[in-house]
C-alpha cells in the first residue's frame, strides 16, 4: 500500500537556524499538509496546499514558516530561524482530490525536531 | 471554534475483551465528518474508521465500530475481541463537511494497552 515517507526521523538544530522537514506524499494525491504535535499536546493543522499554493494556514504558521512543492514529488517545511518552542513531532499528510470530502488523510511517520 | 476532546488519557484492556474509547467534540455546523486515527509506538497514523454526520448508520470495519451520537456530538470508538496489535495512541478528529475546511482537528488522544 502507498505511504507518505517522511525524513529525517530525528533532526537536531540549534536555535536560530533554519530546518526544512520533508516528505514524499502518495503520488496520485494532490491535497497536502502539515500538522505539528508538542510533547502531550494535541496534533494541530499548520498548513494545507493544493495546486502549488497555500490554501489554508493556521495561526501557528507564521513568517517563519513556509511550505514548497519543489519537484512535483517532494512537499517540503521550512523554518527559517528555529525557536526552542519549535520543538515538536511534525507530520505530513496527503490526500486525494476533495470531490467526496470524506477522503482520508494519509499520514508519515514525522519527524521529530529537537531544537537546542 | 471547533474542538475535539477525549477525556481518558489511558486506557487498558485485556486481550480478546471489548474496550471502548470516548470522544466528544463540539462544532455548530450539520455537515461534517468524524474520524479514529490509530498511532503504534513510532509509527505513522494509520485511519481505523470514519464516520459522515449526514449518515445515521454507524460505521464498523471489523473488529472497529463507532457509536455516532450526532445530537449528544459524541463519537465513541468500540474494539472488540482486542488484539496485541491494537495497542497504540488513539486519535478522535473532526473535519468540516464539504466546501469547508480540509484540516483535521484532533482530540489529545487516548493510549490504549492491551494485556496479554
Known amino acids: 500500500e502507498p505511504e507518505v515517507t517522511q525524513t529525517p526521523s530525528h533532526q537536531v538544530t540549534q536555535m536560530g537556524q533554519e530546518v526544512i522537514l520533508r516528505c514524499v506524499p502518495i503520488s496520485n494525491h494532490l491535497y497536502f499538509y502539515w500538522y505539528r504535535q508538542i510533547l502531550g499536546q494535541k496534533v494541530e493543522f499548520l498548513v494545507s496546499?493544493?495546486?502549488?499554493?497555500?490554501?489554508?494556514k493556521s495561526e501557528i504558521f507564521d513568517d517563519q514558516f513556509s511550505v514548497e512543492r519543489p519537484d512535483g514529488s517532494n512537499f517540503t517545511l521550512k523554518i527559517r530561524s528555529t525557536k526552542l518552542e519549535d520543538s515538536a513531532m511534525y507530520f505530513c499528510a496527503s490526500s486525494e482530490a476533495l470531490l467526496i470530502s470524506n477522503q482520508p488523510q494519509h499520514f508519515g511517520d514525522g519527524t521529530r525536531l529537537s531544537i537546542l | 471554534a471547533q474542538t475535539v476532546t477525549q477525556s481518558q488519557p489511558e486506557m487498558s484492556v485485556q486481550e480478546a475483551e471489548t474496550v471502548t474509547l470516548s470522544c466528544t467534540y463540539d462544532t455548530s455546523e450539520s455537515d461534517y465528518y468524524l474520524f479514529w486515527y490509530k498511532q503504534p509506538p513510532s509509527r505513522q497514523m494509520i485511519l481505523v474508521i470514519r464516520q459522515e454526520a449526514y449518515k445515521q448508520q454507524n460505521a464498523t470495519e471489523n473488529r472497529f465500530s463507532v457509536n455516532f451520537q450526532k445530537a449528544a456530538k459524541s463519537f465513541s470508538l468500540k474494539i472488540s475481541d482486542s488484539q496485541l496489535g491494537d495497542a497504540a495512541m488513539y486519535f478522535c478528529?473532526?473535519?468540516w463537511g464539504q466546501g469547508g475546511s480540509e484540516k483535521l482537528v484532533f482530540g489529545k488522544g487516548t493510549k490504549l494497552t492491551v494485556n496479554p
Open positions: 496546499f493544493y495546486n502549488n499554493e497555500i490554501s489554508e
Open positions: 478528529a473532526y473535519r
